[in-house]
């Protein structure tokens, strides 16, 4: 309770939501970077067959969604690549399709980041975790259990961001989950 009073007060201040959306922005670019990096995705999988089709990755309530968003006390657009759900801690995150695990680490900005190849280009990124269950370089079937629902990296407290991105480029995760 105290660690987010603290928070509430430090977003609540217009010239520290500036540095921090500055700092999400180089976030945003660090994972961009890191998903054109990985090595070519396989072009097996007919993941992109089945949008509107995929599971959630975890239980839990979506808290924001894909797009832009106006930060009120800075006047500062944010970007928001992905959807959040929040949920319960050390709750299960499952691969939404099978996959390799082209990323499995920390990574500044999201905090501990499963990054899954699903091939034919598309990749899913689940950050925030708790902890790690899978390795880099894993294949993994879908349903398996990724890591769990944490806060690393999160300045709003225990959440799961995640990302379903097409040769690089963020896709709006509603339009792949199922209804």
């Known amino acids: 309770q105290q660690r ?20 999400q922005e180089k976030a945003r670019a660090a994972l961009l970077e890191t998903v054109r990096r990985l090595a070519p995705a396989s072009t097996a999988g007919g993941f992109g067959r089945r949008r509107g089709q995929l599971p959630w990755p975890a239980s839990g309530r979506l808290v924001e969604s894909f797009g832009d968003r106006l930060e009120t006390a800075s006047r500062t657009t944010t970007v928001h690549n992905g959807v959040t759900l929040q949920a319960s801690p050390g709750a299960p995150v499952q691969a939404v399709a099978a996959g390799t695990v082209a990323l499995a680490d920390w990574l500044e900005g999201y905090g501990q980041v499963v990054i899954l190849d ?9 950050a925030h975790l708790g902890a790690l269950r899978v390795a880099t370089g894993e294949r993994v079937d879908a349903g398996a259990t990724v890591g769990t629902v944490g806060d690393t990296g999160s300045l709003r407290g225990t959440r799961l961001y995640f990302e379903v991105r097409s040769r690089g480029v963020p896709e709006d995760p509603l339009r792949w989950l199922r209804k």
Request: aromatic share 6%; charged share 25%; no cysteine.
């Open 4 to 23: 987010m009073a603290w928070l509430e007060a430090q977003l609540a201040d217009g010239n520290k939501q500036k540095r921090l959306a500055s700092e």
């Open 118 to 126: 699903h091939g034919d280009g598309y990749h899913t990124v689940s």
